[in-house]
């Protein structure tokens, strides 16, 4: 068996290096005001068309299995960032929305859905969207 037989090919598998790039821009992006991030996510899903809700959900899974940072509760905003971009890669783009929990205590959550379900999150109608950047620039 060579080598090129059971190496992964670059940027394949889990933590490819085009989901790892993603995963590192996610991160970077994060840290944007809310305004600007918006901004930003609405000029990257200008042109895509809407992703699928079994794209996405493979697409969560690898970014779990790739950033233990976005893996967590409190990485739901890289999360979805990473999400999104990755999707983009293929020419899609899921709805990506950011809000707030309905009732105290005030607690900010980010997400994405596709084909109207939300993708890998549990208990979202707990919270009130405040931003979402669908396909297309919406």
């Keep these: 068996m060579t080598t090129e037989m059971t190496m992964p090919r670059r940027g394949a598998g889990p933590g490819g290096l085009r989901l790892r790039a993603a995963v590192a821009a996610a991160l970077l992006l994060a840290k944007l005001k809310p305004g600007r991030l918006r901004k930003v996510l609405t000029r990257l899903s200008a042109g895509a068309r809407p992703a699928t809700y079994d794209q996405t959900l493979e697409t969560y899974e690898r970014v779990v299995a790739t950033s233990r940072k976005c893996a967590g509760w409190y990485g739901c905003l890289p999360r979805s960032i990473a999400i999104a971009l990755v999707c983009r890669m ?30 890998g999150e549990q208990n979202v109608s707990d919270f009130r969207p405040l931003m979402k950047v669908a396909a297309g620039g919406g």
């Design 90 to 119: 293929s020419g899609t783009w899921p709805d990506w929305h950011a809000g707030v929990r309905n009732a105290p205590p005030f607690q900010p959550h980010a997400w994405v859905a596709a084909e109207g379900r939300t993708v």
